[in-house]
């Protein structure tokens, strides 16, 4: 199983990034896909979620109404669309996947099997 994050850069306050992970597990309906994040010296953060096949969508409180996920289940993508980024996002990106996360576990990043590599964003002037 590969998780292929990409779409990382540095990009100045306030402005926008798309990132994009390719995912070799079939997207059948028991899947739930998501995005974490890792700030140095900082323990990895639930940014969001998706539960499931066309599922509810999940936020982290300091991402919500600036970002945005979603996934292609016929590519077997998913996308974290970023808007007005701050300082505070810098951090590195990850894509994950599991099978058998219940809806009360999606933002808990023990619950996932299958991670991807990382994909740095940094937001700085």
């Known amino acids: 199983v590969q998780l292929q994050a990409s779409g990382g850069g540095s990009v100045q306050p306030g402005g926008s990034l798309t990132l994009s992970c390719a995912v070799s597990?079939?997207?059948?309906?028991?899947?739930?896909t998501g995005w974490f994040r890792q700030a140095p010296g900082n323990e990895r953060e639930f940014v969001a979620g998706?539960?499931?096949?066309?599922?509810?969508?999940y936020y982290a409180d300091s991402v919500k109404g600036r970002f945005t996920i979603s996934r292609d289940n016929a590519k077997n993508t998913v996308a974290l669309q970023m808007t007005n980024l701050k300082p505070e996002d810098t951090a590195v990106y990850y894509c994950?996947?599991?099978?058998?996360?219940?809806?009360?576990?999606?933002?808990?990043?023990?619950?996932?099997?299958?991670w991807g590599q990382g994909t740095l964003v940094t937001v700085s002037s």
């Open positions: 597990l079939r997207f059948s309906s028991d899947l739930t």
């Open positions: 994950a996947a599991g099978r058998t996360i219940i809806q009360s576990s999606v933002r808990s990043a023990e619950a996932y099997n299958y």
């Open positions: 998706i539960f499931r096949r066309g599922g509810a969508k």
